[in-house]
């Protein structure tokens, strides 16, 4: 009879101990993952910014060459085979610096340096000597340039800029879309 009592009062086996282990272990792991797809999403907002900027400074770019009459309203389109007078490259191109022209995604940009953000280095001080220089190489840019559907007379043009880039293991897009008049 006393052998029965010490027997139902034994406790926690070491099997038990090593099951519950892993479950603890797998639920740290997986809140592990968990923040860090959380913080890797976050630090995405800096790249979400940049993206924003980049097709404000196309847009800015193609308003500024057709307002000052750096180019006709002709010239505001995609260089097709059917359109060879057209400034703007068609699909996806990496961020570069402006060409000659000064207008961004243009047919004068072929060859020109990446676009790259500028940090301050050690010091602190942007504009100094050890500023560091980062490529945007993870960023693409298409400007798409079509006639607008409900204006029969072709005098509005549809621009639609759009940003792809890649920020930690996240695919990103950033559109931008403005019209253009001949007037």
Do not use: C, W
């Amino acid at each position: 009879m006393q052998e029965a009592k010490r027997h139902l009062a034994a406790g926690f086996s070491l099997l038990e101990t090593l099951i519950a282990l892993v479950v603890l272990a797998v639920g740290i792991l997986g809140l592990a993952a968990m923040l860090y797809d959380s913080l890797s999403y976050m630090q995405g907002s800096q790249d979400d910014f940049i993206a924003q900027q980049k097709a404000e400074e196309a847009a800015e770019a193609i308003f500024t060459a057709k307002y000052s009459a750096n180019a006709t309203f002709a010239q505001i389109s995609n260089v097709s085979g059917t359109n060879p007078n057209g400034l703007f490259l068609a699909g996806p191109i990496p961020l570069l610096q402006p060409g000659p022209d000064g207008l961004v995604g243009s047919v004068n940009d072929v060859g020109a340096p990446p676009a790259y953000i500028v940090y301050p280095g050690p010091d602190g001080k942007l504009g100094t000597g050890d500023d560091i220089f980062v490529p945007l190489s993870n960023f693409t840019r298409t400007i798409a340039i079509s006639n607008l559907a409900a204006d029969p007379g072709g005098n509005v043009r549809d621009v639609l800029i759009t940003i792809n880039y890649t920020t930690g293991k996240f695919q990103r897009q950033y559109q931008l879309e403005t019209y253009v008049s001949a007037f």
